[in-house]
């Protein structure tokens, strides 16, 4: 396989990373940079450059060092016993929410499509199982058939809502777990989807990782451009979306009904992929624990995972990530030091 393929393909996969739920859903970017007016504006396009370095130096790390998995990543970068503890954080992080976006687009199929939610729940979880069923491939084909489609869908709502709004309006608010400084926010925002990358990053084969490196650089930046246009769409409707479970329905909803079930489709895509990508570094770390067959491993996992679905997603970005992110600053500064230690 040539090298442009294998690039543009870790590059759908690193943007299915963190172009998860929340930030499809518009509550994430929501949280982290539209309540901070003109200057979340910035905030969101340095995510995007911070996100290509970040996956950047990660991959450095795992090729040079030939790690598979990030259990071993975090004892190369933090040590074993700081290690140890960050492992079993980011295990329990991405149990969580592969429970919660599960149920996540069951409620989706349910309310916007209207199919029972226990129906759609089981088929859901069908689709996850039957991927991570394929492995490596499984992951990597999903993410390239289904990200460019939720891209495409993104843009087209938010220029549509750009066009339809009649004024605009960039007050200022505060997150109250954040604060009222929107580089702190930049930070944490970041911070909170290292744990994602690093899952996903250290999951791939490190030989792929190196034909193609380039891709993840470049979805780095193309997350920051599609966050700026979804963050200035927003910005745009301030404040009545802030009142809004789901920000982009907000949009959808006050624009052409068909636009509210193709968004509702691009959020479904959005959820799918990250619980797969949650439910792939699971594998990858409980296989290294537990000597039984991979398809018999996948099955537990899903099957565990569904009581967790009660939880609300919600409560999730505002409250779970934000936290999340103060631990992944200790991450942050650990690549970068380990980045240090690699060209010196």
Same mark, same amino acid.
Not at 48 to 57: N, P, V
Not at 134 to 161: A, D, Q, R, W
């Given at each position: *396989?040539?090298?442009? %393929?294998?690039?543009?393909?870790?590059?759908?996969?690193?943007?299915?990373?963190?172009?998860?739920? &929340?930030?499809?859903?518009?509550?994430?970017?929501?949280?982290? @940079?539209?309540?901070?007016?003109?200057?979340?504006?910035?905030?969101?396009?340095?995510?995007?450059?911070? #996100? !290509?370095? *970040?996956?950047?130096?990660?991959s450095?790390?795992?090729?040079?060092? %030939?790690?598979?998995g990030?259990?071993? #990543?975090?004892?190369?970068?933090?040590?074993?016993?700081?290690?140890?503890?960050?492992?079993?954080?980011?295990?329990?992080?991405?149990?969580?929410?592969l &429970?919660?976006?599960?149920?996540?687009?069951?409620?989706?199929?349910?309310?916007?499509l209207?199919?029972?939610?226990?129906?759609?729940?089981?088929v859901?979880?069908?689709?996850?199982?039957?991927?991570?069923?394929?492995?490596?491939?499984?992951?990597?084909?999903?993410n390239?058939? +289904?990200?460019?489609?939720?891209?495409?869908?993104?843009?087209?709502?938010? @220029?549509?809502?750009?066009? !339809?709004?009649?004024?605009?309006?960039? %007050?200022?608010?505060?997150n109250?777990?954040?604060?009222?400084?929107?580089?702190?926010?930049?930070?944490?925002?970041?911070?909170?989807?290292?744990a994602?990358?690093?899952?996903?990053?250290?999951?791939?084969?490190?030989?792929?990782?190196?034909?193609?490196?380039?891709?993840?650089?470049?979805?780095?930046?193309?997350?920051?451009?599609? &966050?700026?246009?979804?963050?200035?769409?927003?910005?745009?409707? =301030?404040?009545e979306?802030?009142?809004?479970?789901?920000?982009?329905?907000?949009?959808?909803?006050?624009?052409?009904?068909?636009?509210?079930?193709?968004?509702?489709?691009?959020?479904?895509?959005?959820?799918?992929?990250?619980?797969?990508?949650?439910g @792939?570094?699971?594998?990858?770390? +409980?296989?290294?624990?537990?000597k039984?067959?991979?398809?018999?491993?996948?099955?537990?996992?899903?099957? +565990? !995972?569904?009581?967790?679905?009660?939880?609300?997603?919600?409560?999730?970005?505002s409250?779970?990530?934000?936290?999340?992110?103060?631990? &992944?600053?200790?991450?942050?500064?650990?690549?970068?030091?380990?980045?240090?230690?690699?060209? =010196?």
């Amino acid at each position: *396989m040539n090298k442009k %393929k294998i690039s543009l393909q870790l590059a759908t996969v690193y943007i299915g990373a963190i172009l998860g739920a &929340g930030f499809a859903s518009g509550q994430e970017l929501m949280q982290f @940079f539209v309540v901070f007016g003109y200057h979340g504006l910035i905030g969101v396009f340095l995510s995007g450059i911070a #996100f !290509a370095l *970040m996956g950047y130096f990660i991959s450095q790390i795992i090729i040079k060092n %030939k790690i598979q998995g990030y259990r071993s #990543f975090l004892d190369k970068i933090l040590g074993e016993k700081i290690g140890l503890f960050v492992d079993m954080w980011i295990t329990i992080a991405i149990f969580i929410s592969l &429970g919660i976006m599960l149920a996540g687009c069951a409620t989706v199929l349910q309310e916007k499509l209207f199919i029972n939610y226990y129906l759609g729940l089981i088929v859901c979880s069908l689709i996850v199982l039957i991927t991570l069923y394929k492995g490596e491939k499984g992951v990597i084909g999903i993410n390239f058939i +289904l990200m460019p489609v939720l891209i495409v869908i993104t843009i087209l709502v938010c @220029f549509i809502s750009i066009g !339809a709004a009649h004024t605009e309006t960039f %007050k200022a608010s505060t997150n109250p777990l954040i604060g009222n400084h929107w580089g702190i926010a930049l930070l944490l925002y970041v911070a909170s989807n290292m744990a994602i990358a690093i899952v996903i990053l250290t999951s791939i084969d490190h030989y792929r990782l190196k034909e193609g490196i380039k891709g993840v650089f470049w979805g780095g930046i193309f997350l920051g451009i599609i &966050g700026l246009i979804m963050v200035y769409a927003m910005q745009l409707f =301030w404040p009545e979306i802030l009142k809004t479970e789901i920000p982009m329905f907000y949009l959808t909803e006050n624009l052409d009904s068909r636009l509210n079930i193709l968004y509702s489709l691009a959020i479904l895509s959005a959820m799918l992929t990250t619980a797969i990508i949650n439910g @792939f570094g699971l594998v990858v770390r +409980l296989g290294s624990l537990v000597k039984i067959k991979q398809n018999t491993l996948v099955t537990v996992i899903i099957f +565990l !995972a569904l009581p967790v679905s009660f939880l609300g997603f919600g409560n999730l970005i505002s409250y779970f990530y934000p936290i999340f992110g103060y631990v &992944g600053v200790v991450i942050i500064f650990a690549i970068l030091y380990a980045n240090l230690k690699l060209k =010196w």
